[in-house]
């Protein structure tokens, strides 16, 4: 069994591109800018936003956090994203989900420029990404192609499940997994809430990709030996004996899982530290391309 550690793979990406940050500088050219909105005060993105931040600043990114208030009007926030659109400065920007429900999520992520969706959630971005243009794949799903690549985990040929039709990550997963390539060349099948028996799917599947939301779901009867899992939950669960007050669970059963699994990722540790760190890399393909103009 070979544990495909995210957080080592994610700190050996941010190193590649911290040296290419270097290279950037030693020429005179601009560094890398990463902008993120965060409306309202939702504890789980704050923490995200703050890696984002964090990470930027340790591979010699620029970085702008925007805090907007709570009662941050749809108005106000599309006028941002007008302003972040239009500022030179800015190579690529986020608007952190979710959003409050008095903002329609789907008329925000139309106004931001597909050139600067570092999230890769603008419709154009999702349509280049699922005809094979070069594009920001969104980050969750870029990363995950990128912990089967680094580690070599056979994708051609097999029977991948996902479980999960987000636009953010089930869905875009499962074209990702269908696609030409290594990895890819898979063939997949997209399970979600309205799947019937789900059982009976998981148990032929060669790969696993959850991104449900709900803790240790997938359980060790569900899968087939050998199984390769890929676990994209990230729940809190309130836990006294943490000093923090709760622990971060995944979607799989993960000490009964690993036994028969050939790859499988943590949590945390697996999927979530990857995501940001290709969150940067879109931002360097960003910036080299505003270069290029
Ligand atoms: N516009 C937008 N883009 C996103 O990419 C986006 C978003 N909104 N909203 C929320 C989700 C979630 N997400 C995570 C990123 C890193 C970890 C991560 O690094 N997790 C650590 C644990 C972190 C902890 O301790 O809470 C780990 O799994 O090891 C998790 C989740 C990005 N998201």
Do not use: W
């Not at 952190?96 to 106004?111: F, G, N, R, S």
């Not at 729940?235 to 669970?249: A, H, S």
């Amino acid at each position: 069994m070979t544990i495909l550690d995210g957080k080592k793979t994610s700190n050996d990406i941010k190193n590649e591109i911290a040296e290419e940050v270097k290279a950037m500088k030693e020429r005179g050219e601009k560094v890398p800018h990463l902008a993120a909105v965060l409306v309202g005060n939702d504890g789980a993105s704050l923490t995200y936003v703050g890696s984002k931040v964090k990470a930027c600043e340790r591979i010699g990114f620029e970085s702008t956090l925007i805090r907007l208030p709570e009662e941050t009007t749809e108005e106000e926030l599309l006028d941002q994203i007008k302003k972040l659109n239009a500022d030179p400065e800015i190579d690529g920007y986020i608007v952190q989900l979710p959003l409050p429900k008095h903002i329609d999520e789907q008329k925000v992520l139309l106004a931001v420029d597909a050139d600067k969706d570092v999230d890769g959630f603008h419709p154009t971005n999702f349509g280049k990404m699922a005809q094979d243009m070069p594009v920001f794949i969104p980050a969750t799903p870029f990363g995950i192609m990128e912990l089967l690549k680094r580690y070599e985990v056979p994708t051609e040929g097999k029977h991948t499940v996902v479980i999960g039709r987000s636009h953010i990550v089930g869905r875009p997963m499962s074209i990702l997994m269908s696609q030409k390539g290594n990895p890819g060349n898979s063939t997949v099948t997209l399970a979600h809430s309205r799947t019937k028996n789900l059982e009976e799917l998981t148990k032929q599947a060669d790969i696993i990709i959850t991104a449900l939301g709900v803790p240790e779901f997938l359980k060790a009867d569900m899968v087939k030996d050998n199984v390769t899992i890929i676990d994209v939950g990230i729940t809190r669960v309130p836990d006294t004996t943490k000093e923090r007050g709760y622990r971060i669970t995944g979607d799989v059963d993960y000490d009964a899982v690993s036994k028969k699994a050939d790859f499988i990722t943590p949590v945390p540790g697996g999927v979530g530290p990857m995501t940001i760190a290709m969150l940067l890399k879109n931002t360097l393909l960003a910036r080299a391309r505003h270069n290029k103009n």
